[in-house]
């Protein structure tokens, strides 16, 4: 009577446990910096703030329709006009709960159990332990320095001709290093997958956050595309829960019928508030500076420290860094970090199962002197720790 199935049995997402572990030490009353998990340390806009509590004086939060309201789905269209120049249809705009409820509606639109779908290393964990709940075949394609770390249309064509794929998710800027797929390389990519029949889904999330690198949406070179975008990076909204996903027309009716299933809508109060997410760029193009400014002084310190061999840091908010100097048991490493120095950095085996023991994450969102008093920690302990062997 307590058999739990076998797609339940998923590999946990080590980062929320150390996180976790964090939240335990401070309760003991321990100094803990936070940089193993992806969430901005500024506040919510204050042009969302204020959308919310006008919207809960209402005193009335409802269901709505559950590809959201019009009034996003209008908004969020629109923000493809002007931010990349795109004539996108509101009634291609799927809202959902987070970036996570896209992946799930568009894996259980596109593709049935047993289909083959491939995914970058590293990468976000969540892709493939999804994909292996919902029974199917997960095609790891490998990234390499000599390629900047991104997947090839040559990696694509190679993985298909062994058996073919029926998807392929990729994101760019890519979590966990941060790394952006070029505009021509994207446009290679989108073409190889058409021509291959291969679905593309493209994550988009952090969209925004990018230093200095030229960043395009894939629906630039296709409305076959699907695109995976959030409030939650750029916008400072993690915790409202809140994405939304770009169609082509012909899924539209799918994705709604699933979502009437799955959760009916998605939080009213949020889709209101994230209308206003849009009218608050200058304070968010603030936090975005501090975000640079962050970026700036891991990359200077770091290497100082003996964590020189570091992936492209293009965009997001993420250092991903080698440490096979130091240990070959990322998750060990993590935990003593946590412990012994009180800094919380995400396991490399989340995002790597075969490489990943070599390397952590680190995330740089939060403040600057907490990024600062977090170098100065991380050389402290590998400084105690010494190299390995």
Request: hydrophobic share 45%.
């Amino acid at each position: 009577m307590n058999r739990l199935s076998k797609r339940s049995a998923v590999e946990p997402y080590r980062a929320m446990d150390i996180m976790a572990g964090a939240f335990a030490l401070e309760r003991e009353g321990r100094r803990i910096v936070h940089m193993a998990v992806g969430e901005p340390g500024a506040p919510v806009p204050g042009p969302v703030r204020e959308a919310a509590a006008a919207a809960l004086s209402n005193g009335r939060i409802r269901y709505t329709e559950a590809l959201g309201i019009p009034a996003l789905r209008r908004r969020i269209a629109a923000y493809y006009g002007d931010a990349h120049g795109l004539d996108v249809s509101p009634d291609r705009i799927v809202v959902t709960t987070g970036s996570s409820a896209a992946f799930n509606l568009a894996f259980l639109s596109l593709f049935d159990v047993g289909d083959r779908v491939g995914v970058s290393t590293p990468g976000y964990p969540p892709y493939r332990n999804i994909l292996q709940t919902l029974g199917l075949e997960i095609v790891d394609l490998p990234t390499e320095a000599e390629t900047r770390w991104i997947v090839t249309p040559e990696m694509i064509a190679g993985a298909h001709s062994r058996k073919p794929l029926q998807g392929l998710i990729l994101a760019s800027p890519n979590n966990p290093n941060g790394t952006v797929i070029a505009p021509d390389d994207l446009r290679a990519i989108v073409d190889t997958c058409r021509e291959l029949g291969i679905r593309l889904i493209m994550d988009e999330i952090y969209h925004g956050l990018v230093y200095g690198f030229p960043a395009k949406s894939a629906l630039a070179f296709s409305d076959g595309v699907i695109v995976v975008n959030s409030f939650s990076k750029y916008y400072c909204m993690t915790g409202w829960r809140i994405g939304w996903m770009v169609v082509p027309a012909e899924m539209t009716r799918s994705l709604e019928c699933l979502h009437q299933n799955l959760a009916i809508s998605v939080n009213a109060l949020s889709q209101q508030a994230a209308i206003a997410a849009f009218d608050a760029t200058d304070e968010l193009e603030a936090v975005k500076a501090g975000y640079a400014a962050n970026r700036e002084l891991l990359l200077r310190e770091l290497p100082k420290a003996g964590l020189g061999d570091l992936h492209p840091v293009d965009g997001a908010f993420y250092v991903y860094a080698n440490v096979h100097r130091f240990t070959n048991d990322s998750v060990d490493f993590a935990r003593r970090l946590l412990v012994e120095a009180g800094v919380a950095v995400a396991p490399g085996i989340d995002f790597d199962p075969a490489r990943g023991a070599n390397y952590v994450r680190l995330s740089f969102a939060g403040t600057h002197s907490d990024m600062a008093e977090g170098a100065d920690r991380i050389a402290d302990f590998l400084s105690r720790t010494g190299a390995m062997g």
